[in-house]
Antibody, heavy 118, light 114 residues
Framework: EVQLVQSGAEVKKPGESLKISCEGS????????IVWVRQMPGKGLEWMGS????????RYSPSFQGQVTISADKSISTAHLQWSSLKASDTAIYYC???????????WGQGTLVSVSS | DIVMTQSPDSLAVSLGERAAINCKSS????????????LAWYQQKPGQPPKLLIH???TRESGVPDRFSGSGSGTDFTLTISSLQAEDVAVYYC??????????FGPGTKVDIK
């Protein structure tokens, strides 16, 4: 069974750093892109970027380039999304999902709620 | 970049009635070499991650009720719920994967019961 399990909710202060994770199982982790999607409170889905764990090819949405870093450790089938300095506007649910490059995004993680407040 | 738009923003339909959501892409998502439209539809219920309903514009994912159907080609697409059920209350998003790995979602359409 394909599963993407994300790390737990985080409460942070502005300026702090953060790294959240997404562990894939039930499939060959290196053969699919992992995408990260932001959902701000009461808003829609925004594609942030994707990584191909097989060769670490990483692409970012222009809206998120330079704001976050996406990485993957294929030895533990885990992808990461990190911030070096959080802002209150980073408060959102962040989803990871699996994407076969030749098809649609199919499996999603449960989401990680990140709350940033002073 | 391919921009996705959806209409309406929200709609309320009586139980058992038909609901239709439109999605438009700023450029064609039809790949001529395989004649496939790189367009998916997702359903998101409150407090849950999105769920894939339809890919290739009209192919239902396994387990998705047949009251959900997708149609369209090129730049104009429609998701139709033929007979709305209470459990279909959700936000529906279209997404293009033509420019894979760069992806774009539509803004979403909220479906409620009238």
């Amino acid at each position: 069974e394909v599963q993407l399990v994300q790390s737990g909710a985080e409460v942070k202060k502005p300026g702090e750093s953060l790294k959240i994770s997404c562990e894939g199982s039930g499939y060959t982790f290196t053969n699919y892109w992992i995408v990260w999607v932001r959902q701000m409170p009461g808003k829609g889905l925004e594609w942030m970027g994707s990584i191909y764990p097989g060769d670490s090819d990483t692409r970012y949405s222009p809206s998120f380039q330079g704001q976050v870093t996406i990485s993957a450790d294929k030895s533990i089938s885990t992808a990461h999304l990190q911030w070096s300095s959080l802002k209150a506007s980073d408060t959102a649910i962040y989803y990871c999902a699996r994407h076969a490059g030749s098809s649609s995004v199919d499996y999603w993680g449960q989401g990680t709620l990140v709350s940033v407040s002073s | 970049d391919i921009v996705m738009t959806q209409s309406p923003d929200s709609l309320a339909v009586s139980l058992g009635e038909r609901a239709a959501i439109n999605c438009k892409s700023s450029q064609s998502v039809l790949y001529s070499s395989n004649n496939k439209n790189y367009l998916a539809w997702y359903q998101q219920k409150p407090g849950q991650p999105p769920k894939l309903l339809i890919h290739w514009a009209s192919t239902r994912e396994s387990g998705v009720p047949d009251r959900f159907s997708g149609s369209g080609s090129g730049t104009d697409f429609t998701l139709t719920i033929s007979s709305l059920q209470a459990e279909d209350v959700a936000v529906y998003y279209c997404q293009q994967y033509f420019s894979t790995p760069l992806l774009t979602f539509g803004p979403g359409t909220k479906v409620d019961i009238k």
